[in-house]
């Protein structure tokens, strides 16, 4: 039963590194979602894509990050030159093309910047 | 812009006891989609229940029902017979289709049943 798979799940990295999050939605899935939750607080959009395409990236803070979601292979959320805001858990969420309600979500990455 | 808020930080309830957890939200959209999201210390988020605005029918999944006032914006969560296990948690989220079905989340509530 392969749910949505995220790792690491915990990354930790000092300030200035690049930090490389990944998300395997569930078999059959194209369209994928990122959510980032800080301490205390609760999740909120960052990006839609599916395969090869950013479809809204309006949560995205506008420097030192991106995603994709290429043909083969996991979506990669990058963060480059982190800064301790960063720190927060990284939640991908994937849904089927007929569902579009029914999100299914994976474990989390839970990133520290020291 | 739509916005969901839940006003109770935290709540706690005796065990097997009934507690409401409350949440509105604002849109000028008519069709859309509300849920209720719970998030144990695992971190994982899981789906407890889904409210489709245009059914006039309270959503229930065994011991979780809704409240749902479309005209007052209003969707609360019931928790009957609250269990340990329960402890959490609760996010009320929103989403309509047309904006690519991305979830708009409250604050969240944290919830604890006491033994």
């Known amino acids: 039963n392969a749910g949505v798979m995220q790792n690491p799940r915990h990354l930790v990295r000092r300030r200035g590194q690049e930090a490389r999050l990944r998300c395997s939605p569930m078999?059959?899935?194209?369209?994928v979602y990122w959510y980032r939750q800080l301490p205390e607080e609760g999740l909120k959009f960052m990006v839609y894509?599916?395969?090869?395409?950013?479809?809204?990236e309006s949560g995205m803070p506008k420097e030192r990050f991106s995603a994709e979601f290429p043909k083969e292979g996991p979506s990669i959320l990058r963060i480059q030159q982190v800064v301790r805001g960063d720190s927060a858990a990284y939640f991908c969420?994937?849904?089927?093309?007929?569902?579009?309600?029914?999100?299914?979500f994976g474990p989390g990455t839970r990133l520290t910047v020291t | 812009a739509q916005t969901v808020t839940q006003s109770q930080p935290e709540m706690s309830v005796q065990e097997a006891e009934t507690v409401t957890l409350s949440c509105t939200y604002d849109?000028?959209?008519?069709?859309?989609?509300l849920f209720w999201y719970k998030q144990p210390p695992s971190r994982q988020m899981i789906l407890v229940i889904r409210?489709?605005?245009?059914?006039?029918q309270n959503a229930t999944e065994n011991r979780f029902s809704v409240n749902f006032q479309k005209a007052a914006k209003s969707f609360s969560l019931k928790i009957s017979d609250s269990q340990l296990g329960d402890t959490a948690m609760y996010f009320c989220?929103?989403?309509?289709?047309?904006?690519?079905?991305?979830?708009?989340f409250g604050e969240g509530t944290q919830l604890t049943v006491n033994p």
């Open positions: 969420a994937s849904r089927g093309q007929l569902s579009s309600y029914e999100q299914y």
């Open positions: 078999k059959g899935h194209s369209h």
């Open positions: 894509l599916q395969k090869e395409n950013i479809i809204d």
């Open positions: 849109t000028s959209e008519n069709n859309y989609y």
């Open positions: 409210q489709e605005a245009y059914k006039q």
């Open positions: 989220a929103f989403m309509i289709e047309t904006s690519g079905s991305r979830l708009t």
